[in-house]
């Protein structure tokens, strides 16, 4: 009985190896012996398992080779591929009075994307409404996919993963929010995922670069940071990890969070140096898109200055203690306001004595975020962690 449970657990992790090693060369079609040499498993294990994963429909066998005159190769092997309609992903990140929508296939390929607008002063509840309405729409379209495996939300604030709930939102006043593991969307029942934006961010830029070892910074009206470790999102015990921001600076009057100083307050600062300041500009991102086009004027160059050498010796003090081998940025600030990003990195990059190669921009190709969401939903989906765990122990 001892002997047929391990035959059992072994016969698992196997096939979630291969399952595994197939989203990792989603891009390319691989054959059963290819998955044997690869993983060191049986010909006649993976040829079972495959069978199996064929008729869930995960999988899909692609033609078989043929000479000119239509005739049959021989025995060669057969090619497989990901079902690209097994399963849809969709990632939710909540930005700043705007929410990016994202359905992605089992692959990561993206097959919708859309944006919505909503105000500051939402409440949580009436927020996940109009986010859930919109998915529904999505996933009316869509409705052919196998599975809807996960729905992953991207939050700019700090979470408690052991109470499962939001801590603070500065930005919207949300406090101590308990986040819901099922969400109704129509008729059914979805499972969703809730991840900190910074965590997400570094988390997918992990998976789709290949590095083990990062950090990540968010820039919004707020500032956040992310930690991978071996391949793992790093949250520390009470899940602030990372979450520079929230460090209160001692030595200002009033007593300020270092995002509140170096983000918000010195972006609104920095507006109304402008002879053309209206308090409207104050939204997100219509006021960093203004502070862009005046980047060159003397007195929003002094500020930028100023606000940018602040910023970069507390971030210098992170990349200098984690020692990470690659760090990446991305949030509003990244985006909308290019001139001072770059003067930031470039400061960043003298005070932690690193080339600039170490640094990462996100881009809209680069959408670490979704990607992030979209290897989580499928890690999570299949039970893939201890396949994670394995594979670095490894090397692999």
Partial sequence: MQNRRISQKISSLNKKRIIYKILMESDLSISRSFLSKELDISFPSVSYIVSKLIKERFIVELDKEKTKNGASLGRKPIPMKLNPKYGLTISVQIGYEIAQITAMGINGAVVSKKMITFPRNIKF?????????????????????QNILTIVFSVPSPIDYEKHEIIYSRFYGWKNIKLPNLLT????KVKVLWENDANLLTYGASKLLGIQNLVGFYLGFGIGSGIVINGKVYRGSQGLAGEIGQLVLINKNPKLRFEEYATEKAFVEMERESEEYHKETYEMPILLEKLEAKSTTPSIKRKMEKVSQDIA??????IMALDPK????GG?????????????????SEASKRNADTFIITSEKEDFISIGAHWLSVINWFGLDDVENLERSWGV
Avoid: T
């Fill in 185 to 188: 969307i129509g008729k059914r």
């Fill in 313 to 318: 010796i507390h971030l210098a003090h992170v």
């Fill in 125 to 145: 509840n009436d927020l996940l409404g109009k986010l859930s309405q919109n998915i529904l729409r999505i996933l009316n379209i869509f409705e052919d996919y």
């Fill in 326 to 329: 690659r760090v990446v940025f």
């Fill in 332 to 348: 509003e600030v990244i985006s909308y306001f290019p001139s001072f990003a770059n003067l930031l990195i470039k400061k960043i």
